[in-house]
């Protein structure tokens, strides 16, 4: 049985932990940037109004923070695609107060941009290692893990006992998307390709409990949230190939302060000022691995 198979059931099966188990935020399994702060939903509300968008899509909304965040600080019109009927129940009763500027959709619809926070990182992947001069791939087999043949997409020159978690389905996810928009904002933790075995010789896969943290293979445990770093460089190069560019990538802690943040927490009032300060620094400073990609439709 490959990885993927088992991240699978694991996240998204019938008792996996996106359908019954997922805990977000502080007292949960693991934060995001929509919990430490709404300056991130704010900065992105701002980002998408000068892009000219009005209907944007959520991809994977969580608890619908991140929505709640830009609504609240804009007049666009958002969607959230989400398949976990826990999740889903949580959004409609913290959305709610939105009405006619909120909706939930169950199948992916033509929309103006598509929002994605760690939404890539969270898809089922596979695990390869090199040794004695080849690629192997791990999977379990016989009520162990062995080492079959199989080799990633990868595209850089291995070292022996060099470890890859690679992306399971990610152009298929991604194509379902691109058709439906001319502009889709990633934000994420990875790297790009030729980055893995300097920061991840030993791979990415982890998986969180309870704020406790598990790697490699030990991250295949019921109720855990299991994840890996996407690679950047495959995310570039198939949007590439069906006609997109890459507008903007940088750091999150940069495209924020390039898009507005500080001005934003300057306009406040004092008395919230004072309640987002912590926050503003958190968003700054703690989630280093988190990259933005932003991607255009190529207009000719």
């Known amino acids: 049985m490959r990885i993927s198979e ?3 059931t694991l996240l998204y099966g019938e008792n996996g932990y996106y359908m019954r188990h997922v805990k977000i935020g502080k007292r949960g399994d ?4 929509p919990h430490t702060s709404p300056l991130f939903g ?5 980002f998408l109004r000068k892009e000219g968008v009005r209907l944007f899509v959520e991809v994977g909304g969580g608890e619908g923070y991140l929505m709640e965040d830009i609504l609240n600080f804009s007049d666009l019109v958002g969607a959230i695609y989400e398949i976990s009927p826990k999740l889903k129940e949580i959004q409609r009763e913290r959305l709610s107060k939105f009405k006619d500027r909120f909706l939930q959709i169950d199948d992916l619809i033509e ?3 598509y929002v994605l926070n760690e939404v890539i990182d969270a898809l089922p992947f596979n695990r390869f290692v090199f040794r004695d001069g080849r690629w192997w791939e791990v999977v379990f087999e016989n009520g162990k893990w062995e ?8 595209r850089i020159t291995p070292f022996e006992g060099f470890i890859y978690d690679e992306t399971e389905g990610l152009e298929e996810f991604l194509e379902g998307i691109l ?7 990633i934000f994420d933790y990875g790297y790009d390709e030729e980055e893995f075995p300097i920061f991840a010789p030993e791979g990415t896969m982890s998986g969180y409990k309870e704020h406790r943290v598990y790697y490699g293979l030990d991250a295949l445990r019921e109720g855990a949230d299991i994840t890996h770093f996407p690679n950047f460089t495959r995310i570039k190069e198939f949007a590439e190939s069906k ?3 890459v507008k903007e990538y940088l750091p999150q802690s940069e495209f924020l302060l390039k898009y507005g943040i500080l001005e ?3 306009s406040l009032p004092d008395e919230e000022k004072a309640r987002l300060a912590g926050g503003l620094k958190t968003l700054l400073f703690l989630f280093k691995n988190h990259r933005v990609m932003y991607l255009e439709k190529t207009r000719l």
Not at 30 to 33: D, E, L, Y
Not at 42 to 46: C, E, G, K, L, N
């Open 179 to 185: 058709r439906k928009t001319d502009r889709v904002l």
């Open 264 to 266: 934003i927490f300057s």
């Open 243 to 245: 006609g997109f560019y």
């Open 30 to 33: 693991f934060f995001t940037a």
């Open 6 to 8: 088992i991240v699978k």
């Open 147 to 154: 080492l079959v043949e199989g080799e990633p997409k990868i």
């Open 111 to 113: 929309a103006d941009a």
């Open 42 to 46: 704010y900065t992105i509300a701002s």
